[in-house]
């Protein structure tokens, strides 16, 4: 199999399997119980929050674990709402955010809050300049994501902070799910931030919302006083715990991942290039992990299918997206091409893939290609 679906989801570090199957086995004490082997598995986690919290360079009281990034992001943006909502009722968010952001926002929207959501330009991206020119005096929110899930553009997110910034009362989330452990993150500039663990090798049900200290956050799962009382139901300990040594690897290799992926991503951007009716949608500063390319008469579909068949796993769009019959809409929203829109497919790439699986995959691309027939 070469599994070029990364951004989808990863495998998980066997390390990080150990670690948590033992946790599984030995840990499993509720974090809140007042006995002894509940006040160890309390210690461990705590000891976790410090270790992430260093690891992004804010306060330890400013992690919340959560079970998903499409948790965070929603406690992110309707908690953040549902605390602040006599600060302003005027949001700014993207056209092209992960569906997670889309429908909190969509819901705050339908609950009377105006909002716009900025294109992107060219680059795939949106500017500082775009955002200065849409704030308010009464935005109380801007969420944009870091690194596009579809396409790899890169939001300059620090400077985009310093212009809400220049608003008081407005506050900057940034969902950092697809950029965490590949490019750094200005985390002193940002409010809250996104981060998934099953997208950098670690486990499924793990997730953070980094917040600073100075936010107030309404809780959205209601329940007892963990989390800070922000998110009812008893602690994922296990899952919370081994998120601190994911996360230590992830940033220890970050640098040589990206160089190891890049190649990948430099040769196959040159090959797709070169090969008849190949086409790529991706900006050329994107992050290299994520490559969105198109190839000519063939739909995302059929091309899903035909390279499924020969054990190679890509998406068409985003997965959580990928059951909707619509071309991408981010692709859309990039060049304005309805065709790319509809042959799009997504490769991403992770540590555990090779050149040669690069090759392989330019090998099949030019075998459908005669098998379908096609004149390109
Ligand atoms: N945000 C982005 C940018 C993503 O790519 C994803 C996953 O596809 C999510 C949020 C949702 O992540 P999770 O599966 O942890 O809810």
Known sequence: MIYFDNA??????????????????ESFANADAMHTPGRKVHRQVEQAREHIARSLGVKEGEILFTSCASESNSLALVGYILANRQRGNHILTSNVEHSSTKHAIDFLESQGFEVERLPISEE???????????????????????????????????????????????????????????????????????????????????????????????????????EQGLRGGTENAPANIVLAKTIRLALEEQKDT??????????????????????????????????????????????????????ICVSAKSTCDSRSSHASEVVLALNHSPKYAEQAIRLSFSKDNSLEEAKQFMKAMKEIVQNYGLSL
Not at 13 to 20: H, I, L, N, T
Not at 278 to 299: C, E, M, R, W
């Open 258 to 311: 990206y160089a190891h992926v890049k190649e990948i991503r430099d040769f196959l951007v040159r090959e797709i290039s070169a090969f008849p009716g190949g086409h790529i949608n991706s900006p050329k500063d994107a992050l290299p992990y994520i490559l969105n390319v198109s190839f000519d008469q063939l739909t995302s579909e059929v091309l899903l299918n035909a390279l499924d068949e020969r054990g």
């Open 8 to 25: 989808s989801t990863t495998s998980v570090r066997p390390e990080v399997a150990r670690v948590y199957k033992k946790l599984i086995d």
């Open 124 to 226: 795939g991206v949106v500017t500082p300049e775009t955002v200065r020119s849409h704030m308010r005096k009464d935005t109380i929110l801007v969420t944009l994501m870091h690194v596009n899930n579809e396409i790899g553009s890169i939001n300059p997110i620090g400077r985009i902070a310093d212009v809400v910034h220049e608003h008081p009362t407005c506050v900057f989330h940034s969902d950092c799910v697809q950029s965490f452990g590949k490019i750094d993150i200005p985390f002193d500039k940002l409010d809250m931030a996104t981060i998934s663990a099953h997208k950098i090798h670690g486990v499924k049900g793990s997730a953070l919302l980094m917040k600073k200290s100075r936010i107030a956050l309404h809780p959205i799962v209601f329940g007892g006083q963990q």
